[in-house]
């Protein structure tokens, strides 16, 4: 358990300054997050086709992919550009999200065979 905890508060904090960062790119599109979801996405691709031990499964992989990337940031920015109808932002960043990261979770694994 404090190998997640670990993990998780190390990914949230990185989490946090790319959002912060990504503040200064400005509000018209949620890029932080969708840069955040998409590398954490890469890494947990590498990381899962790796096959850890399970203590580095459990720091890296459930604990710092698991608090660095976000689900729910995801799906509040989608709502938010719906409901202020940005109709193509909105559908653009929902499903350029999920595209990106079944992508870049394919291209993670392929660099994790190659480790």
């Known amino acids: 358990m404090m190998l997640i905890g670990l993990g998780a508060g190390c990914g949230a904090v990185l989490r946090y300054l790319?959002?912060?960062?990504?503040?200064?790119?400005?509000q018209v599109f949620p890029l932080a997050t969708l840069v955040i979801n998409a590398t954490g996405a890469f890494i947990a691709g590498v990381l899962a086709a790796l096959v850890l031990p399970q203590a580095w499964s459990l720091l890296l992989l459930t604990g710092f992919c698991g608090g660095y990337t976000t689900f729910s940031t995801y799906m509040t920015d989608t709502f938010v550009l719906l409901r202020d109808r940005h109709w193509a932002r909105g559908l653009l960043y929902y499903l350029g999200t999920a595209v990106l990261g079944i992508l870049a979770a394919v291209a993670g694994a392929l660099v994790g065979h190659m480790i």
Not at 19 to 26: L, R
Request: a positive charge; proline letters at 0%.
């Open 18 to 26: 790319i959002t912060m960062a990504g503040k200064q790119w400005g």
